[in-house]
């Protein structure tokens, strides 16, 4: 089991930054995927960024060059800095580890809200 922890939602103007932070409860290290969800009302669940145990990092298409995924193995912590926020960044933001032992598994945690408006 791991427990994850989602802070840094908030309401912000467009063009405004935004950082998330994600707690785990287990050492980075034995977690396969680190990554950021996000879901808006009506739509599905969308990968945002992930970075594993080795340092890769991905991100989706719409966020490149905006948002940045880093990690603090010493904290067992996950951010994602958002930078140049849009309206349609608009949406619950969810903390995700991938985790392949004992045996491979998703956790997630509570999710947090971000929400991007004049």
């Known amino acids: 089991q791991v427990q994850l922890v989602e802070s840094g939602g908030d309401l912000v103007q467009p063009g405004g930054s935004l950082r998330l932070s994600c707690a785990a409860s287990?050492?980075?290290?034995?977690?396969?995927?680190m990554g950021w969800y996000r879901q808006a009302p009506g739509k599905e669940r969308e990968l945002v960024a992930g970075?594993?145990?080795?340092?890769?990092?991905n991100y989706a298409e719409s966020v490149k060059g905006r948002f940045t995924i880093s990690r603090d193995n010493a904290k067992n912590m996950v951010y994602l800095q958002m930078n140049s926020l849009k309206p349609e960044d608009t949406a619950v933001y969810y903390c995700?580890?991938?985790?392949?032992?004992?045996?491979?598994?998703?956790?997630w945690g509570q999710g947090t809200q971000v929400t991007v408006s004049s």
């Open positions: 995700n580890a991938n985790v392949r032992l004992p045996e491979p598994s998703d956790y």
């Open positions: 287990r050492r980075l290290f034995s977690i396969n995927r």
């Open positions: 970075i594993t145990a080795a340092g890769s990092i």
